[in-house]
């Protein structure tokens, strides 16, 4: 039994988050949650949200043991990206690449793993 949570097109880009997701990737929920608590940055908190969103899922719709969850999976893909124009060098333009992300988690038990 698995619970997930997905946040999409959130306004980060994916290599700003993904060594946060590193970090994280097979912990136990509570350890997990406290280094992302300590983890400086935006990206951080955003992985945080994703997470608690998942453990209260485990809890309320698959009744899973909060205590028995870790973390099976985080990812941060890349989300569309918004293309903008900046007045360039002699007269010409500059592309801005405005990236966003769909941020992951999936919670497993670790006691029906065994």
């Given at each position: ?24 990737r ?19 908190e ?69």
């Amino acid at each position: 039994m698995e619970a997930r949570a997905v946040a999409k097109y959130v306004r980060m880009s994916p290599i700003k988050l993904k060594p946060i997701a590193d970090l994280v990737r097979g912990k136990d929920l509570e350890e997990a949650l406290t280094i992302l608590k300590f983890t400086p940055g935006k990206g951080s908190e955003i992985i945080e949200k994703v997470v608690l969103s998942a453990a209260a899922n485990a809890e309320n719709n698959h009744e899973m043991n909060r205590d028995s969850l870790y973390v099976a999976e985080v990812y941060a893909n890349q989300g569309p990206t918004m293309k903008r124009w900046r007045a360039g060098a002699r007269g010409g333009v500059s592309r801005i690449l405005k990236r966003s992300s769909h941020v992951g988690v999936v919670l497993k038990d670790r006691n029906e793993e065994e």
